[in-house]
Each structure stands twice: as C-alpha cells, then as structure tokens.
C-alpha cells in the first residue's frame, strides 16, 4: 500500500521488543495505520510522489502519550475563578480571594486550595466570610472530593445542619450541629453546587476545545476519561462537528452507591457507543475518597479518628455492581486509596474467577485507581488478580513530602505514609502499570510527570528531597506508563502502544530522549508534535 505519511526521526523508540536490538528511523501510515517501521534507507523505498514526509531530524519519537486518568469535562466546573494550587499560606490564599473579589459580582469561586496552605487553622466558612462578606463563595480543595462553602452560600442552599446520603459524603458540622463549611463528597458539595449560575453550553465547548488543544501541545494523543455525563456526550459531538478531536478518548460513566441492576443496565448499554475519536468503555466507580479529607477507607484511622468507612455504605453493593459489568465483558475502574478500600476491590476481582466465564474474564481489563498507601501483601495480589494498577506520580510529588510534615502524611501516620504511591514495587510485581496526571487534581503536562515518576520529587527542584525513592521507576518505566502499558490498561494492547505494523499512527515526537534525557532536563524540554491517525494535531516550529 502507497504510505500516505512517512515520519523520520534519528531516534525512535517503538516500545515493541521484536524491535528493541534494530535502529528504526523511519515509519509509514496508511490510512491512519502503520503500514511499514525500518531505516531512512527503506522509507526512500516506500515514498512515492504522493507521499508526504515530516522529516524530524534529531529528534525523538514514540508511541503517542496517554493519559490514564484525567477529567476534561469534570474539569471544566472545577477551574472556575481563581487557581489556588500554587498557594503555599492561608496569607497567599487570602489574597488571591480578594482580589478575585473585587473582579465578580456573583459567586465567589476558586480552585485547587492545598489544605496544608492553612497551617494550623481549620478549614471553615469564617475564614471565607472575612473576604467575602455577603458575597456567596464555594472554594474547591484540591482533591476534587470536597469544598469549603462561606455562610452566605450556605444561607442560598438553605444548608443548615445535617444531611443523610446515599453514599459516604458529609456535611460537616460542629458540636452544636452547624455546618463549619466543609463539604466532603459529590452529595454533599451539589448542596450547594447546584445553585451556581452555570455557563452556557457555547462557553464549556469553547473551554473544552481550548483544553483539548492545550493537551495536544503538552505531547498527549490520547487519555482516559474518568467520568461521563449526557452532557459530554453532548460536546464532543459539537466538538467533532467542527472537526477532528485532536486527542483520542476514552471515558467511563460512573456507577455509585443507591444505583441498582436498572441503572447498571442503562450504564451497559451505553458501551461501546461514541465517535469517531471518542467511545464509552468502561465503568467508574468508588470505594472510598480521599486521605486528604477523611474519606480514604483504611485499616486503621487516621489521627483524628477519620477514613474507616467505605463509599458505598453497603460495600457488598459495590461487589454485586462489579460482577455485574464484568460478567458482560465490561471493563471497571474503581478509586481505591486506602488499603482497606484497595482490600476489598481486589477481594471483589479476585471473587470474579468464580462468578464469570473465563473467556469473557481474560479478554476484560480491571483496573484500580490511585492506590496511595498498601501494604506488601496488597502489592502482591495485584498480579494474582491479574489487575491493571492505575497511579499518578505526582500525588505524590506535589501533595505529600519527605519529612511527613504535610496533611496526607500527618494523617496517615509514618508507618502508612512510608507506604506511598508504591510504583515500582507493582512495576517489580509484574503488574501493568497506567501513569496520569488526575487532571485537573494535578497539572496535566505528561512530560514532568514522566521526570517526577523516576525523580520521586518535584522535577526542576533539585533542593528537594526525594519521597520514598525507592519507589522511583526507570526512564523506560515511566515511558511505559504512558504508552505500552496506557495501551494494555485499556485492552487495546492490538490496536495501540506501540509502533508496530497494523496499529493506530498515534505519535508524539520530543526534543530530548526520554530515555537517556536526565530527568529535570527532560521535564523541561519541548514536545515537538502529535500525530493521531497519521495526521498532525500540533507541530512547533523550529528554528534552522
């Protein structure tokens, strides 16, 4: 067949061992497909006049980086008004709400709040209420599980005590029964969530396509979308009437506590169903929520007494959801954080091999989400179960620390901090390992991500002393966990991951080496482009 692209790179690293001992320069797309991989000699030998080549140069050449865990729709109502994130003092937070302020009329909003930036206060609606007066305000911390709401917008929600939930969220209160302003959990933030004046549908297209294009650029071609609404079905079909996505996408509805076998079927049918560059294929669910907040389900408390209950009240609900969409060949992704939660998810897989036919068992992909803090014994019935271990690296490098002095840490205790984001040890298991960035619960740039995988700190700062370095991957590890191993965490290890003959052309082509780039370096090079389909999505310009 007459390739319709030929890329050339001096380095390109096919992540297909049948190709590891060969020098291959060059690869050829048909249709959207890799129809050839050799030398710069053999693409003389295939291009014909009609053939274009993108000659890279020096540069470095890989499968297209995949995003296991991001929420480009979710995100959408989690980035409005003022980024948080880099605030390191409740002063710092102050500020950046006044002045966002005196700049909004309506709600006040904000983003990405590190509840180690308030020290020793606690985190309550007073501390809001003295920079926004009657002004409504609803702060989302960084964890996307809960938010601190002022007096006024609890006023507006009529919130005044109390709730009961479906599922493990809270309304949390003081002695006498009122609200403080932190809202743990979905349930209990839609509260007050739901009296937001929302965007119109022309603003969130216009954000998500901004984004998506923001993505592209950062050296993604792909990610894993965990959650789904009619709403993102809704975009990305206004987004794909304009033209192609730039990035292929994978998402996942989620299943939570209170739903039944009539919902359960409602999420099967939707399966399998999407565009030309966007399908539903798995479910999401939870068994419990953050350290962070005291929603984490563990063996033992935290040091306030918090994080032993599961997401779902009824824990044996989620296991009966489970068996459900597995024994119809349905991939599931569950977070689990504490080791009681991660516990009782691998109980539930592990029960599989007795409740679905082994063909439709071996040919569906399980997966957990985040894993931060297990014991050895956790680690090592990952392989056993033949689960897929989904982790974002910079949890760890941006939210916890060396010393144990930030909240995750403190909570947790020594011995269970000591424990954390264990990559390397699933790596030495044998276990497949999926690396993302949790967007927008940490930044979305994969290439950082990539350093601080190997790095076990903040890439770019070197002062910084390591977390847990033994857990460190290889250069080549953390490359895996964005294409090879993203590929097989999504059971498309036939279609994508590697640069092989028959598989997707989704390429990302870098200024530096991934592998032999030290790693600070690396996080600071460029991306030079994405090709999906065989076709570019970005290309920078260089200079001659």
């Not at 296991?68 to 980024?83: A, N, W």
């Not at 798995?282 to 907040?293: P, Q, R, S």
């Not at 000591?418 to 790596?427: E, H, P, T, Y």
């Not at 690396?522 to 001659?544: K, N």
Request: hydrophobic share 40%; net charge negative.
């Amino acid at each position: 067949m007459t390739p319709d692209l030929i890329v050339l790179a001096d380095t390109i690293h096919t992540m297909d061992e049948r190709h590891q001992d060969q020098s291959v320069q060059a690869v050829a797309v048909s249709g959207g497909l890799i129809t050839a991989v050799g030398s710069r000699q053999d693409a003389r030998d295939w291009q014909q006049a009609d053939t274009r080549v993108v000659d890279l140069g020096n540069a470095t050449l890989t499968p297209g980086l995949v995003d296991c865990h991001m929420h480009p729709v979710f995100g959408l109502d989690l980035t409005i008004g003022v980024d948080l994130a880099g605030a390191t003092s409740l002063d710092e937070v102050l500020t950046l709400l006044r002045g966002e302020a005196a700049n909004d009329g309506g709600w006040l909003r904000g983003w990405g709040l590190n509840p180690n930036a308030f020290g020793t206060v606690p985190l309550h609606r007073s501390v809001l209420d003295t920079v926004t007066g009657d002004q409504p305000a609803l702060i989302r911390l960084f964890d996307g599980h809960s938010a601190l709401a002022n007096s006024r917008a609890l006023e507006l929600a009529g919130v005044h005590g109390r709730f009961e939930f479906d599922q493990a969220s809270e309304v949390v209160c003081d002695a006498d029964g009122v609200p403080t302003g932190l809202l743990l959990e979905a349930a209990a933030m839609e509260l007050v969530q739901r009296h937001i004046p929302q965007e119109s549908f022309a603003q969130r297209k216009t954000r998500l396509a901004e984004l998506l294009g923001d993505f592209a650029r950062s050296g993604l071609t792909g990610g894993h979308i965990m959650d789904h609404s009619e709403e993102s079905t809704a975009l990305f079909q206004a987004l794909e009437a304009d033209g192609e996505l730039p990035l292929r996408l994978r998402t996942a509805p989620w299943c939570m506590p209170g739903s039944g076998e009539a919902e359960w079927k409602e999420l099967a049918r939707s399966i399998g169903t999407g565009g030309r560059r966007w399908s539903i294929e798995a479910i999401k669910l939870f068994v419990d929520g953050t350290v962070d907040n005291g929603t984490a389900w563990l063996y033992e408390a935290d040091i306030h007494g918090q994080s032993t209950a599961p997401f779902w009240p009824r824990p044996e609900e989620y296991s009966a959801a489970v068996r459900y969409f597995a024994s119809r060949g349905i991939p599931t992704a569950t977070h689990a954080i504490g080791d009681a939660g991660v516990d009782h998810v691998l109980e539930a897989l592990e029960s599989l091999r007795n409740n679905v036919p082994a063909d439709i068992l071996h040919r569906t992909v399980h997966r957990i989400e985040h894993i931060e803090t297990v014991p050895d014994e956790l680690v090592a019935r990952f392989k056993g179960a033949g689960v897929v271990a989904s982790m974002q690296p910079t949890h760890c490098t941006h939210y916890s620390l060396a010393d144990h002095s930030d909240n995750w840490s403190t909570r947790l205790g020594s011995e269970r901090a000591d424990r954390a984001w264990r990559c390397r040890d699933l790596r030495d298991a044998g276990v497949t390992l999926g690396i993302g960035s949790d967007w927008p619960i940490a930044p979305y740039e994969p290439l950082p991500i990539i350093a601080d995988a190997q790095l076990r700190r903040r890439s770019g700062n070197p002062e910084q002393e390591p977390i847990a370095p033994s857990q460190a991957l290889t250069a080549l590890q953390a490359l895996e966990g964005y294409t090879s191993h993203a590929a097989k965490a999504a059971g498309q290890w036939d279609v994508s991951g590697s640069i092989t003959v028959g598989k997707r052309a989704d390429f990302t082509a870098f200024e530096l080496d991934p592998l032999t780039t030290a790693p600070d370096e690396f996080a600071a090079g460029s991306v030079l482009g994405t090709f999906v389909d065989g076709e570019i999505q970005f290309m920078l310009e260089r200079q001659a």
